[in-house]
């Protein structure tokens, strides 16, 4: 029940297209979301969050979508560009007491230019 | 500090040897957190401080492993008689009272190579 399911594990899309990663959940209890986007030879740096009271949350070309009922939550990067190509991890959490991070196992994402 | 600072950035060791990984985490954060990730993999939990609570240690894989935290400072990742298994990236982040829910900021991690 603390997993986190992450997919596709690779995605390649062109430059200028929509990337879409998608994740799953099965506690309720979670109500914090957030991506993390990490490069090679660096730590994940959190991308963008979003928590359950809203179903969408958009910061520039990157766009969280969340499903409450379906217990899913998704990225979506518009326009995508080569300088995204990263890994890509989902993570949930209760943000109340001491919780921590669960986390997908990664989408490796690559724009072609 | 600015940012969670790690130490060393790369290790080098032999199969059976001690190795001690340091984490410094950002001034103010009273939450720090060990992972652990395998080339091309995800990131697994190993062990959670926060503050003077009792550590959270159930994801430390073996008796090997061990952790230590001073106060809400520097913590010290340390892994006895080292299996070529260990060899992975080290990550460690920290983040703001109340824990989680308000994102982790990582460091770059610690590369150990067991030969």
């Known amino acids: 029940q603390q997993q986190v399911k992450q997919s596709p594990q690779s995605l390649i899309v062109q430059k200028g297209g929509i990337s879409i990663i998608n994740c799953a959940y099965e506690?309720?209890?979670?109500?914090?979301f957030p991506w993390y986007q990490q490069f090679p030879g660096k730590g994940p740096a959190l991308l963008i969050a979003?928590?359950?009271?809203?179903s969408e949350k958009k910061e520039g070309r990157f766009t969280i979508s969340f499903n409450k009922s379906a217990k899913q939550f998704s990225l979506h990067i518009m326009d995508s560009q080569p300088g995204d190509s990263a890994t890509y991890f989902c993570?949930?959490?209760?943000?109340?007491?001491?919780?921590?991070?669960?986390f997908g196992t990664g989408t490796r994402l690559l724009v072609s230019p | 500090g600015a940012g969670v600072s790690q130490s060393p950035s790369n290790k080098v060791t032999e199969k059976g040897k001690d190795v001690e990984l340091r984490c410094d985490p950002i001034?103010?954060?009273?939450?720090l957190y060990w992972y652990r990730q395998r080339l091309g993999q995800g990131l697994e939990f190993l062990i959670y401080f926060q503050g003077n609570s009792a550590p959270d240690k159930s994801g430390l894989p073996s008796d090997r492993f061990s952790a230590e935290r001073t106060g809400e400072s520097v913590s010290t990742l340390t892994i006895q008689r080292t299996q070529q298994e260990d060899s992975a990236v080290y990550l460690c982040a920290s983040s703001r009272p109340g824990g989680s829910g308000y994102g982790y900021t990582f460091g770059s991690g610690t590369r150990l190579t067991v030969v």
């Open positions: 993570a949930a959490s209760m943000s109340y007491g001491f919780q921590k991070l669960v």
């Open positions: 506690n309720t209890a979670f109500d914090y």
């Open positions: 001034s103010g954060h009273t939450a």
């Open positions: 979003i928590r359950p009271d809203v």
